[in-house]
């Protein structure tokens, strides 16, 4: 299934340039060798179906060849982002309990003194980057037969809103969800930008759908530089675009008016809700629509995606497979009609088995009839579009109305002196909570804050008008760029104060 075919495509593509990152570009046969031969270094160390390798690489060429050398090996890879700190990758280490651990020469010392001090049992393989030869033809290098429903991938979820949980991907999920992604969106003759973690879900699944696809991959292991991927998005004829909101708006706060990379044809947007305004802005600039798209980690994927020519405004239709439910959220198991806000419920191959605990049992994540509650709540049209409006742990309930943040940060984005805005609860003594909200001023050029109120009374019911606002010159992020709610409510969410003058009641 998924580890077959993805096999299979590195063998069949042979001299075309497989991925592009800032040190090197590689072909398909020359990431085919470099993989294999650190499958062999790997596999005498896997035992059972249930093992897994960690990986702990930046994004680039080394990422994907110990990522294929695990797939090879026949064990589950379990990727970790490069910028977990040292107590971060011992919770991992000590949850997931890794065969081996698969990591660059600048770092392997750290981590084997890191394992030995914690008495982890792991065998750290370095991954040194360089040129592999290869020696004529080969082909395919088969793996352990598996069963569709075997753990093939331990993806941590990104831990924005919660605890991070080690999400168990199984061959099929994975074979559904890349396979979509491949056949919805990707040419062989492909370039694609992939400026987030492939160690996430959204990553990874950019990046193997354009293996599979026999495209090229363009990574970097730096940190988002939004002026050094304006350069390569031009330089390397860049086709499609894959990243969070986040990358995009810095991408247009960084081009020059004339930016108009011409081999664009399909940008892609997830991670977190895009806004209208960044999607119209993108749209101008570009001359290519920007798509927004929804998914989970616990789905190995996406679970809604736009179509050719219908669900524009919204984040799509559900994939093949997916049944989806729109359920209100005050009387669970209760429908709500086309048009009212509900939380969406999913079912099918794609959804989890389970989080993975530490004595390597698995944690059901849905319900006896296997519907797993996203959380996330949505509206539904008359055409199944599905549009995502908030997260039902985000929604501020205020003097009994419910508020959902997007809808004000939508709002405040509308105002020319506003780049970016974010809205959290905070108590409040007569409606038990009220909208606060903490904006980016456009060019550091700080608005009013009665002006920005104003601003929002005419477009926004009074009780979703912000009570108070706050001005920052960046908003919290997690590792994935995606909006961190948590670090903002533990910054800005204590109860208003009479002795801060920022706040406007």
């Known amino acids: 299934m998924f580890r077959d075919a993805l096999i299979n495509a590195l063998a069949a593509d ?43 690489l930046p994004n680039g060429g080394s990422w994907l060849a110990a990522y294929l050398a695990a797939h090879k090996a026949g064990t589950a890879v379990a990727p ?32 084997k003194e890191l394992c030995a001090g914690r008495r982890l049992c792991v065998d750290v393989i370095v991954v040194a980057p360089g040129r592999h030869v290869v020696r004529g033809p080969r082909g395919a290098a088969g793996t352990a037969k598996t069963r569709a429903d075997t753990p093939c991938m ?12 080690p999400v168990v991907q199984t061959e099929r999920a994975l074979h559904l969800a890349a396979g979509f992604w491949r056949g919805r969106h990707r040419d062989p003759d492909d370039v694609v930008a992939v400026p987030i973690p492939l160690a996430h879900t959204y990553g990874h699944l950019a990046a193997i759908s354009t293996l599979l696809a026999g495209a090229t991959l363009l990574t970097s292991s730096r940190a988002f530089e939004p002026a050094w991927w304006l350069e ?52 101008r600039r570009t001359g290519v629509e920007l798509l927004q798209s929804w998914g989970m980690t616990e789905l190995t994927g996406a679970g809604l995606s736009p179509t050719a020519d219908s669900c524009r405004d919204s984040a799509g239709i559900p994939v093949p497979g997916l049944e989806v439910r729109v359920i209100d959220p005050q009387a669970p198991g209760r429908p709500v009609p086309a048009g009212t806000v509900g939380e969406l419920w999913v079912r099918g191959s ?26 996330d709540l949505v509206v539904r049209d008359a055409h199944e579009c599905v549009r995502v409006v908030g997260r039902s742990k985000d929604t501020i309930m205020t003097g009994g109305y419910s508020v959902q943040p997007a809808e004000i940060e939508d709002a405040l984005r509308t105002h020319p002196g506003v780049e970016d805005a974010a809205v959290i609860a905070r108590a409040d003594r007569r409606r038990g909570e009220a909208p606060h909200a903490v904006v980016v001023p456009r060019h550091h050029s700080r608005p009013d804050a009665e002006e920005l109120l ?23 992020l997690s590792a994935t ?9 533990g910054r800005y969410g204590a109860p208003e104060r009479e002795d801060t003058p920022h706040v406007v009641g």
């Open 454 to 476: 104003s601003h929002c009374r005419g477009l926004l019911a009074r009780y979703k008008v912000p009570r108070s606002i706050d001005f920052a010159e960046r908003l919290p």
């Open 14 to 56: 042979g001299a075309r340039v497989a991925v592009l990152d800032e040190t090197a570009a590689y072909s398909y046969a020359e990431l085919d060798a470099w993989s294999s031969s650190l499958a062999d270094t790997l596999r005498p160390l896997v035992r059972t179906p249930e093992d897994c390798a960690a990986l702990l």
């Open 350 to 375: 794609q959804v989890t088995p389970g989080y993975r605990t530490s004595s390597g049992q698995l944690a059901s994540v849905t319900d006896d009839d296997g519907w797993l509650r996203t959380g």
């Open 154 to 165: 331990i993806m941590h979820t990104s831990g924005s809103t919660g605890v991070c949980r």
């Open 232 to 283: 390569q998005l031009v330089a390397r004829d860049v086709t499609v675009i894959e990243a969070v909101p986040t990358v995009y708006r810095g991408l247009l706060e960084t081009a020059g008016r004339r930016w108009r990379p011409a081999a664009l044809r399909r940008c892609l947007s997830a991670g977190q809700q895009t806004p209208a305004d960044l999607r119209r802005d993108w749209h």
């Open 80 to 111: 970790m982002n490069a910028v977990l700190t040292e107590h971060e990758i011992v919770r991992v280490l000590e949850h997931v309990r890794p065969r081996a651990l698969l990591t660059g020469p600048e770092r392997s010392d750290d981590i």
């Open 481 to 489: 760029g995606k909006l961190d709610r948590a670090a903002l409510r």
